[in-house]
């Protein structure tokens, strides 16, 4: 388990370090600098470079760079609030986004895994058609869709939840928010979770086991269930792509103060320092993440535990 | 006890149908099968005949497509006869599964539950029916391990599948067979998935425990050369029918059926080193469709006319030997059996009259 771990995490810091190189070449070769105002002297613009290091060779600026985002100092804005460190832009943000998209991939999982192995164990008609259009509208909708459809009737018609975000009950007023991205991770993880429990369900183990006489219940919880888990963890990281993306318009639309918003409007003002330190806290938080789940992975499932060497 | 064997297991004209989206699959087209106490029965034909689906449908494991059109499936145990086709699942669990009757599947790789260690299952089996004590299965699971060879059972007891060969997780799988101590074993192909010396191995072993324990078993096979050494008694089964058993004398000596025949033919084990390997030619038939007379005889060199046109009964020609082909039929004409299989048996007696003078 260790070994595998630490090759884990040192793949996890490879690719964080390729993502600060290429996000600082983006950054060198963005037209224009902070510093072409017309109104500026060439000695002026010299000095300028000179106090934020920007004399130094390229190399020397890359891991100045590298030591800076580590320490947490993601450089400051341009347009959108001049000369304001991004690290505090993000503060309050980044809470209220990791809660939303947090709260989503759990509430969509349990839901999915829940639907799948209904479906998987109760193989009447009526369940697997529901089931399948169930499914196919997750997926096939984007989350926007259903967003405005839930401001439409929970929102506006019946006024269950608030249709904007609200500080005095962040909880509450993020139910639509978390439902609307929640339901195509439901639809995937269901479909998958659906697929592998059938499978093992027919596997030779579990057919294995019915043959010694084994209660039902038994068979369910230690064979059937753990079984078929396990992969949904990996789609599970898959599905963390789509709530990110899904994230950015869904903040837009609820009005929810998370950095989904705020890269949406750094994009539209063209403030380039948010936007790059933003792809790095986005990447960096997919990278975690995919780290978090392969550690539960390992917990969960003794072949990547143990290794996968007959002795 | 009388002299009379005593009857295991009795399929009387069993039939089993898949139900496809293309239409039906006549897979099994009434089976019969005798099985006594103590004795090894070998049921062997070429892939598709039928020989899993059968025993499946008496163990309760046929996938939701497949309908047990007719028959019955007797078992008998201590002056008690159930049917077990006519059994509720929930009381198969109960009286049947692991505690009379086990089953050991062909691929030692996905028979056993990858995520749970060897002693974890083991234990989860023994405690299935009676509720023992945990430390009491654990050092019946160890005692069981031995039995089946392996040297190390306390450290196996630790490990998971994935960590095992496949000759170890076989002898896991039949660990797990005989914790109950069943009276029957039911062993699909146990020994294809593994390499030949391992197959060797576990043959042995299946046979010492058979002596050891007085089990009956059906062994399945599609490879004669094993039967030769296994089985008292051979069924050999062609689309879903069984079309010749009788003693393994009967069988290897005085084969029959021109099925029987050319399955002998095609053995390697048997055969020169040098000649070419037999096969029988042609494909079985399409069990979607009807097949009228004796489903061999499209590929049947031997052929008659009242092949295609009617099935043949069992012709019976000795107390243990039966075959369904037109052939047995008094007023056939006599037709001797291919010359090069003739040498071979005649060889085969030989060796096995030197074997027996030492
Ligand atoms: N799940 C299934 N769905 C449809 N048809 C099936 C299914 N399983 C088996 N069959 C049919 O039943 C027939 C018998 O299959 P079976 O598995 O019993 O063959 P077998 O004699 O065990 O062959 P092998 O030596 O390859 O194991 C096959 O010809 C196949 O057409
Ligand atoms: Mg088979």
Redesign the pocket.
């Known amino acids: 388990m260790g070994r595998y771990l630490r090759r884990r995490i040192i793949i996890s810091i490879s690719i964080l370090f390729v993502i600060l190189l290429i996000l600082f070449l983006l950054m060198q070769f963005m037209p224009g600098s902070p510093f072409n105002d017309a109104k500026l002297s060439e000695e002026q613009v010299a000095s300028l470079k000179e106090s934020y290091g920007l004399d130094k060779p390229v190399i020397v600026q890359f891991f100045r760079y590298i030591g800076k985002m580590l320490k947490g100092d993601l450089g400051v804005s341009y347009s959108i609030a001049p000369n304001t460190p991004i690290t505090s832009l993000l503060v309050n943000r980044f809470p209220v986004t990791l809660r939303i998209g947090f709260l989503s991939l759990i509430f969509g999982t349990l839901a999915g895994l829940t639907l799948g192995l209904i479906a998987a164990f109760f193989r009447s008609r009526i369940i697997k058609v529901i089931f399948n259009i169930l499914t196919l509208l997750g997926i096939a909708v984007p989350s926007y869709m259903f967003a405005m459809f839930f401001s439409w009737t929970l929102g506006y018609k019946c006024n269950i939840f608030p249709m904007l975000y609200d500080f005095r009950s962040p909880m509450f007023s993020s139910a639509m928010p978390i439902l609307a991205l929640s339901l195509s991770v439901m639809a995937v993880i269901g479909q998958f979770t659906r697929s592998e429990a059938e499978d093992v369900i027919k596997s030779d183990y579990v057919l294995l086991a019915k043959t010694t006489g084994m209660k039902s219940s038994t068979i369910i919880i230690k064979y059937i269930l753990r079984n078929s888990l396990i992969p949904v963890i990996t789609v599970m990281a898959s599905l963390l792509v789509s709530l990110l993306t899904g994230s950015l318009v869904i903040e837009k639309m609820f009005a929810v103060p998370g950095i989904g918003g705020l890269l949406t409007t750094a994009i539209s003002s063209n403030d380039y320092s948010v936007v790059i330190a933003l792809s790095f806290v986005y990447s960096a938080l997919y990278i975690v993440v995919m780290l978090i789940l392969d550690i539960l992975y390992c917990v969960v499932d003794p072949r990547v535990r143990l290794g996968g060497k007959p002795s | 006890m009388s002299d009379i064997a005593r009857i295991v297991l009795e399929v009387k004209d069993l039939k089993v149908t898949?139900r496809?989206p293309t239409g039906d699959?006549h897979?099994i087209r009434g089976l019969d099968l005798t099985l006594e106490e103590n004795e090894v029965l070998a049921l062997v034909?070429e892939?598709?005949?039928?020989?899993?689906?059968?025993v499946k449908s008496f163990m309760g494991i046929l996938?939701d497509?497949?309908v047990i059109e007719s028959g019955e499936a007797l078992f008998h145990d201590q002056d008690q006869t159930v049917d077990l086709l006519k059994m509720k699942d929930s009381v198969r669990r109960k009286n049947i599964n692991g505690t009379k009757i086990a089953i050991v599947f062909q691929d030692p790789m996905t028979s056993l539950n990858p995520t749970m260690s060897i002693g974890a299952q083991l234990i989860t089996v023994l405690r299935s029916h009676k509720k023992i004590p945990k430390k009491e299965a654990y050092a019946r699971g160890i005692e069981l391990l031995r039995e089946v060879g392996i040297t190390d059972p306390e450290r196996t007891m630790g490990q998971y599948p994935h960590q095992l060969s496949g000759g170890m997780r076989q002898r896991v799988v039949i660990a797990i067979a005989l914790s109950q101590d069943p009276k029957l074993l039911i062993c699909d192909?146990p020994t294809t998935a593994l390499d030949v010396t391992i197959q060797q191995r576990i043959l042995e072993l299946l046979q010492s425990i058979q002596r050891a324990r007085g089990l009956s078993i059906i062994f399945?096979t599609?490879n004669l050369g094993v039967v030769s050494k296994i089985a008292d008694k051979v069924a050999v089964?062609y689309a879903g029918k069984v079309i010749e058993k009788g003693t393994v004398f009967d069988i290897f000596y005085d084969p029959r059926h021109p099925y029987t025949w050319g399955l002998l033919s095609a053995v390697p084990e048997l055969s020169d080193s040098k000649q070419e390997l037999y096969s029988i030619p042609g494909t079985p038939p399409d069990?979607s469709k009807e097949i009228t007379g004796d489903a061999f005889a499209p590929r049947n060199p031997y052929a008659m006319e009242v092949d295609f046109k009617a099935e043949p009964p069992m012709f019976k020609l000795s107390n243990t030997h039966y075959a369904a082909t037109w052939l047995a039929d008094p007023r056939a004409p006599k037709v001797d059996i291919p010359p090069e299989l003739a040498e071979r048996i005649r060889k085969m007696k030989q060796e096995a009259k030197d074997y027996a003078e030492g």
């Open positions: 898949f496809l699959v897979a034909g892939s598709g005949s039928g020989k899993s689906v059968g996938p497509n497949a192909e399945i599609h089964m069990l």
